[in-house]
């Protein structure tokens, strides 16, 4: 009895997990998440961006570290980022034109072509009542 409950526990645990990283999104580059993250003008003290080396959302203080790259302006969560952007901004933006993710739904059954529903039968048709004889012995 032990055996099959623990190989029922095992088989569940194994479709849960199958079914999770099913439905997993992959963990994508910076630049895959915020081609954005640059600014075509300075923002102000108080405004919010995204840092585009550590892809955090931040507010921009009086302090923050900025730069500009190709007419953009990309703000930091500290002097390392900047300098890691520095050195190798092109992995940390992009030009190209983010694609839509498609919303997800999900299907436990893969695409297939089924037959079509198969045709409501006919009513079947209504009794007609059958007359009943007099009963016996009343003259007629």
Avoid at 3 to 17: D, N, P, Q, S, W
Avoid at 66 to 71: A, N, T
């Amino acid at each position: 009895m032990n055996r099959k409950l623990g190989a029922t526990l095992v088989a569940v645990f194994f479709v849960f997990g199958i079914v999770a990283l099913a439905f997993a999104e992959p963990t994508p580059t910076p630049a895959a998440t915020n081609p954005s993250a640059g600014s075509d003008t300075k923002l102000k003290v108080g405004d919010k961006t995204t840092c585009p080396v550590q892809n955090k959302a931040l507010t921009v203080k009086k302090s923050t570290p900025m730069f500009e790259y190709q007419g953009k302006f990309y703000y930091f969560c500290n002097q390392k980022d900047l300098a890691a952007f520095k050195k190798e901004p092109a992995k940390y933006v992009t030009t190209e034109t983010p694609t839509p993710i498609p919303a997800l739904t999900p299907r436990l059954v893969p695409d297939v072509d089924l037959p079509a529903p198969a045709p409501k039968p006919a009513p079947a048709p209504k009794p007609t009542p059958t007359p009943t004889p007099p009963p016996a012995g009343t003259g007629q």
